[in-house]
């Protein structure tokens, strides 16, 4: 039996693509057609020594892609996310959309997204928010979409068991931690709850979890927007 084989532990935290596994201190993970991007932009990003995302460390015998291991915890599921923990993402989801404005591979985009800054693909370390994994939806675009998406999952909007009132002010609190006015997030919210809803690709829980998320937030937007219209 290989070595590899003794050593290897599949990762099992937050919603992780199959056949990723973890050997020592790094991650292996099935090749994309992202694979390229990813790499230039962790190289990119351990250049200018920005902290919050794992180190592209090439690829191994199998042609899977290698990464340095992050640790802490990943959640396994969304569920409701206290006030420190959100404003501490905000600002990490910030920082990493700051960090890419120089990456060339951005080309005329406002920033790089990460294309899925879910709790489910944050590390936690000491409860605390401290770096993003799982890059293969990294794309260029703008800090809204990626925010918007972010701010859904967050604040896990769609769940009963959190009021509208106090998501709507959970909504402004995570903008405000942000630190930078992106205008109304909701347009931007609903377009990544249809799309996922949409998306066939998609197991069908999933669709049909995003098409609820989507229908709790148009009953909704009508306080959303009068919240939004007051902070300004």
């Given at each position: 039996?290989?070595?590899?084989?003794?050593?290897?532990?599949?990762?099992?935290?937050?919603?992780t693509?199959?056949?990723?596994?973890?050997?020592?201190?790094?991650?292996?993970?099935?090749?994309?057609?992202?694979?390229?991007f990813?790499?230039?932009?962790?190289?990119?990003?351990?250049?200018?020594?920005?902290?919050?995302?794992?180190?592209y460390?090439?690829?191994?015998?199998?042609?899977r892609?290698?990464?340095s291991?992050?640790?802490?915890?990943?959640?396994?599921?969304?569920?409701?996310?206290?006030d420190?923990?959100?404003?501490?993402?905000a600002?990490?989801?910030?920082?990493?959309?700051d960090?890419?404005?120089?990456?060339?591979?951005?080309?005329?985009?406002?920033v790089?997204?990460?294309?899925?800054?879910?709790?489910?693909?944050?590390?936690?370390?000491?409860?605390?928010?401290?770096?993003?994994?799982?890059?293969?939806s990294a794309a260029?675009?703008s800090?809204?979409d990626?925010?918007?998406?972010?701010?859904?999952?967050?604040?896990?909007?769609?769940?009963?068991?959190?009021?509208?009132?106090?998501q709507?002010?959970?909504?402004?609190?995570?903008?405000d931690?942000?630190?930078?006015?992106?205008?109304?997030?909701?347009?931007?919210?609903?377009?990544a709850?249809?799309?996922?809803?949409?998306?066939?690709?998609?197991a069908?829980?999933?669709?049909?979890?995003?098409?609820?998320?989507e229908?709790?937030?148009?009953?909704?937007?009508?306080?959303?927007?009068?919240?939004?219209?007051?902070?300004?």
């Open positions: 039996m290989s070595r590899e084989r003794i050593d290897a532990v599949a990762l099992a935290g937050g919603r693509t199959p056949g990723v596994i973890r050997i020592g201190d790094a991650v292996h993970r099935p090749a994309s057609s992202r694979s390229a990813v790499a230039a932009l962790l190289g990119y990003l351990e250049s200018i020594h920005f902290a919050g995302v794992p180190r460390l090439g690829q191994d015998s199998h042609g892609d290698v990464f291991f992050l640790p802490g915890e990943v959640p396994s599921e969304l569920g409701f996310i206290p420190a923990q959100l404003r501490r993402a600002g990490l989801i910030r920082a990493f959309h960090a890419t404005i120089g990456f060339e591979g951005k080309g005329a985009a406002e790089v997204c990460h294309g899925d800054l879910s709790p489910c693909n944050c590390v936690f370390q000491d409860g605390s928010p401290c770096g993003f994994i799982d890059f293969d260029p675009g800090r809204a990626d925010l918007g998406y972010a701010a859904w999952l967050w604040l896990d909007l769609g769940n009963d068991e959190i009021s509208a009132q106090n709507r002010r959970r909504l402004s609190l995570f903008v931690a942000y630190g930078q006015d992106v205008g109304d997030l909701i347009p931007f919210l609903l377009a709850q249809s799309r996922l809803a949409l998306d066939p690709r998609g069908a829980p999933m669709r049909e979890w995003a098409k609820a998320s229908a709790w937030t148009r009953r909704h937007l009508a306080g959303f927007a009068a919240q939004n219209k007051a902070s300004r």
